[in-house]
T-cell receptor, first 112, second 108 residues
Framework: GAGVSQSPSNKVTEKGKDVELRCDPISGHTALYWYRQSLGQGLEFLIYFQGNSAPDKSGLPSDRFSAERTGGSVSTLTIQRTQQEDSAVYLC??????????FGSGTRLTVV | QKEVEQNSGPLSVPEGAIASLNCTYSDRGSQSFFWYRQYSGKSPELIMFIYSNGDKEDGRFTAQLNKASQYVSLLIRDSQPSDSATYLCAVNTNKLVFGAGTILRVKS
């Protein structure tokens, strides 16, 4: 597609359930980021994939969070045993080079 | 010290004025710098990027970079109410790190 696609756009889940968030980057983009943005806050870095290199997972807040990127394209962010503090907008961005990153429209996660 | 710092604002300017947004960063090894605009409830969108010291102009927007002083700024000339948004500074070292953003309000 022409842009970065994220699904679902909204997700409401019960506390303790697992969720999977999907990001489909722009075709050919080698770099992919996941960020989290809580209401009224800035972007919190979660994880960064660059080509075939090992991902930079330094931003993942706990071991309940994991992400993978299959075939250098689609990425899935998984949150296990969700907590209320996980409620936020999860944003994915991709880039071909260092000239800036294009964001998807995000997944709004609400844990009730 | 945060890696990327911005004044949260809000910065209020009258329509037609110049809005000046500032950002400082801590990592001297940072190579590239970005300004994003984020409207309420929307995703960030890239306005400009800059790599070299000095000014870079694109329409009403000018990005300024001073690596010695570790600051980046964004000037918006002839500010319009539609420029009202949160402006995010981002710095790329080995990953892209964002500031918390500055809220800009342009009053008509």
């Amino acid at each position: 597609g022409a842009g970065v696609s994220q699904s679902p756009s909204n997700k409401v889940t019960e506390k303790g359930k697992d969720v999977e968030l999907r990001c489909d980057p722009i075709s050919g983009h080698t770099a992919l980021y996941w960020y989290r943005q809580s209401l009224g806050q800035g972007l919190e870095f979660l994880i960064y994939f660059q080509g075939n290199s090992a991902p930079d997972k330094s931003g993942l807040p706990s071991d309940r969070f994991s992400a993978e990127r299959t075939g250098g394209s689609v990425s899935t962010l998984t949150i296990q045993r969700t907590q209320q503090e996980d409620s936020a907008v999860y944003l994915c961005a991709s880039s071909l080079d260092a000239h800036g990153y294009t964001f998807g429209s995000g997944t709004r996660l609400t844990v009730v | 010290q945060k890696e990327v710092e911005q004044n949260s604002g809000p910065l209020s300017v009258p329509e037609g004025a110049i809005a000046s947004l500032n950002c400082t960063y801590s990592d001297r090894g940072s190579q590239s710098f970005f300004w994003y605009r984020q409207y309420s409830g929307k995703s960030p969108e890239l306005i400009m990027f800059i790599y070299s010291n000095g000014d870079k102009e694109d329409g009403r927007f000018t990005a300024q970079l001073n690596k010695a002083s570790q600051y980046v700024s964004l000037l918006i000339r002839d500010s319009q109410p539609s420029d009202s948004a949160t402006y995010l500074c981002a710095v790329n070292t080995n990953k892209l790190v964002f500031g918390a953003g500055t809220i800009l309000r342009v009053k008509s």
